[in-house]
């Protein structure tokens, strides 16, 4: 009976997987395949309209967002916070004394410009790639 179950049990969880795998249109699939060859395991979900890729490359963790046309919006590569840009750093010092940056990525737009994320409990705080204050927004 253990055995029926767990064997069930992963069965739904692959089939899970591969619905999420599934939800994305053809079109942003083709276009990370083209953009990120080799990787194998990726989870898709839609996100405001677009589809959020997520997977690892090496031992970074990372994740895309592309529109319905396969069109690339955004990246974001997972970062140690204390890689984070000095300025970036000493703003949360400032003005989230006492807080710790649980996590930390660097997201480059479709039109190349660079963006800081500092997650916080529940927030995320965002900076511009000089490290200037954008704004706050829910996790």
Same mark, same amino acid.
């Given at each position: 009976?253990?055995?029926?179950?767990?064997?069930?049990?992963?069965?739904?969880? =692959?089939?899970?997987?591969?619905?999420?795998?599934?939800?994305?249109?053809?079109?942003?699939?083709?276009?990370?395949?083209?953009?990120?060859?080799?990787?194998?395991?990726?989870?898709?979900?839609?996100?405001?309209?677009?589809?959020?890729?997520?997977?690892?490359?090496?031992?970074?963790?990372?994740?895309?967002?592309?529109?319905?046309?396969?069109?690339?919006?955004?990246?974001?590569?997972?970062?140690?916070?204390?890689?984070?840009?000095?300025?970036?750093?000493?703003?949360?010092?400032?003005?989230?004394?006492?807080?710790?940056?649980?996590?930390?990525?660097?997201?480059?737009? =479709?039109?190349?410009?660079?963006?800081?994320?500092?997650?916080?409990?529940?927030?995320?705080?965002?900076?511009?790639?000089?490290?200037?204050?954008?704004?706050?927004?829910?996790?």
């Amino acid at each position: 009976m253990k055995k029926t179950l767990l064997v069930l049990g992963l069965f739904f969880a =692959a089939t899970t997987f591969a619905q999420k795998k599934e939800n994305a249109p053809a079109a942003a699939k083709a276009a990370f395949a083209k953009a990120y060859p080799g990787v194998t395991r990726a989870v898709w979900e839609k996100e405001d309209g677009n589809y959020e890729v997520s997977f690892e490359m090496g031992s970074k963790k990372m994740s895309v967002i592309y529109d319905a046309k396969g069109v690339m919006k955004e990246s974001e590569e997972e970062m140690d916070p204390s890689k984070l840009p000095a300025s970036v750093s000493s703003y949360m010092s400032q003005h989230y004394k006492g807080i710790t940056i649980k996590g930390a990525a660097k997201i480059t737009k =479709a039109d190349g410009s660079i963006n800081y994320e500092a997650a916080i409990k529940g927030k995320d705080v965002l900076f511009d790639a000089t490290g200037k204050f954008i704004k706050e927004a829910k996790d």
